[in-house]
């Protein structure tokens, strides 16, 4: 759980400099803060995606394991 909280951390702060860097961007163009808005857009959708992952193994189960359990009784289907 505290691989969760900590996403959800490094989420918030990142959040408020962008918001921080939407300002600055705001009082005139600046290609080194557009810059920097881009690489923290791409980073918080690394974690968003981390964050649905782990929210999912959390709630079903490690991935491998759910294929493995679904190719067996796939393969019984078959069998039957």
Avoid: C, P, Y
Wanted: proline share 0%.
């Amino acid at each position: 759980m505290t691989e969760l909280h900590e996403i959800k951390r490094e989420i918030e702060v990142l959040s408020e400099q962008r918001s921080e860097l939407w300002t600055q961007l705001s009082q005139g163009f600046d290609a080194t803060v557009s810059t920097e808005l881009k690489e923290i857009d791409a980073r918080l959708n690394l974690l968003w995606d981390e964050h649905r992952a782990v929210k999912a193994r959390l709630r079903f189960g490690d991935r491998e394991k759910i294929i493995k359990r679904a190719r067996t009784e796939e393969r019984l289907l078959r069998a039957a």
